[in-house]
């Protein structure tokens, strides 16, 4: 009630005023939160922490099909096998990218002269529908990821034949250089990580 009695005992030319300034103060909100206004900022780079575990899932995961497939050659026994990645994998996905810029100029009678830049800047990730209506982004390229070097622990890499053969098939599976690629030979029991 007291909320009220404030505006009854106010004079018309203040009451007239705040109703003014209060009714500007919304249609600058709503200005403001125009679609013209806003801009959509892409997905922002991950972080250190996030592109660090996304490495080392990498990692396992080459690990552990290395393993599979070493563990299958005749004569290899149990093996352990460590990667390490430079760079994960990455993927580049197509924008649409709208761009724009506005310039305002304004010259008031004082001689003052104003000039408004406003800059626009939209990007949106390009979908396509599938069959079934599910909507997927179109993607560009895709990288794979960097190794810098794997270690191989395996019972049988004493025999110099089967360490090549382990060799060759580390270099020809993960496409890398056969100097990043250590062979070592493994007492039995090899721990799986």
């Not at 004079?11 to 403001?32: C, N, P, T």
């Not at 490495?55 to 093996?79: C, F, H, M, P």
Request: proline share 4%.
């Amino acid at each position: 009630m007291k909320f009220w009695e404030f505006f009854k005992e106010m004079e018309r030319d203040k009451l007239v005023f705040f109703v003014s300034l209060a009714i500007i103060g919304l249609v600058f909100l709503a200005w403001g939160d125009s679609p013209k206004s806003k801009t959509t900022t892409p997905e922002l780079p991950k972080s250190s922490a996030q592109i660090e575990s996304e490495i080392s899932r990498q990692e396992k995961e080459l690990a552990e099909r290395l393993e599979g497939i070493l563990g299958k050659i005749a004569g290899v026994g149990e093996v352990a096998v460590e990667v390490k990645l430079l760079r994960s994998s990455a993927k580049e996905y197509a924008l649409n990218r709208n761009a724009g810029q506005k310039i305002t100029n304004e010259s008031e009678k004082s001689g003052i002269n104003r000039s408004i830049n406003e800059n626009t800047d939209q990007k949106e990730v390009v979908l396509i529908k599938d069959r079934e209506g599910q909507e997927s982004p179109v993607l560009l390229t895709e990288e794979t990821p960097v190794v810098g070097g794997v270690v191989v622990v395996a019972e049988g890499a004493g025999n110099p034949a089967l360490k090549e053969k382990i060799v060759q098939a580390v270099a020809s599976a993960l496409a890398v250089p056969l100097h990043k690629i250590e062979v070592l030979e493994g007492g039995s029991g090899v721990v799986r990580h």
